[in-house]
């Protein structure tokens, strides 16, 4: 039998830094568990798209706009299922605090491409829906925005008001 690798779960003797560790995994896997469904259900929607009739109606770099997208949707998808498929392959007896930083690594870049995703659907939808391009463009630069910034900004700002709280 191999030796246990340093700094993984069955070299720790201490009981409750063990279970702190299975704990965060387990975080991890849970919370893309809730996004996978959301990101699986998108992608089939979109896929469904390039066969309705109206979407041959579409320009072509609206089309584009839509399979790039598309490409987005599948990136998030893998970065999102990466974690827990990693957890399985390597085993859960060589879980450690590096797995714990990539998997959530992983997840967190998987906001990335979900919202340049979103952001390409929405101008495609918006140039369906009105046939100006720059209405289109429009809602999809503030879809991007707010995307962003619910996901992106607002989570680092409470993190830093967090730290400077900590720190007074």
């Not at 201490?14 to 560790?21: E, F, G, H, T």
């Not at 584009?64 to 490409?71: D, I, S």
């Not at 952001?119 to 100006?132: R, S, W």
Request: with cysteine; glycine share 6%.
């Amino acid at each position: 039998m191999a030796a246990p690798i340093a700094g993984t779960v069955e070299c720790m003797e201490n009981k409750a830094d063990q279970d702190r560790l299975r704990e965060e995994m387990r975080n991890i896997i849970e919370e893309a568990r809730v996004i996978l469904p959301g990101l699986q259900a998108l992608f089939g929607f979109q896929t469904i798209a390039v066969f309705n009739d109206r979407f041959d109606e579409l320009p072509a770099y609206a089309q584009a706009c839509h399979l790039v997208g598309l490409g987005f949707i599948i990136v998030a998808v893998a970065l999102a299922m990466t974690p827990a498929i990693y957890h399985r392959v390597v085993g859960p007896a060589h879980l450690s605090w590096h797995t714990i930083g990539v998997g959530s690594r992983l997840l967190r870049c998987a906001i990335a491409p979900l919202a340049c995703g979103l952001t390409l659907d929405m101008f495609t939808v918006i140039l369906m829906a009105t046939a100006n391009v720059a209405t289109s463009v429009w809602a999809a630069v503030a879809t991007f925005a707010f995307l962003s910034g619910l996901w992106c900004v607002f989570p680092v700002r409470a993190r830093a008001k967090a730290r400077e709280r900590g720190a007074q």
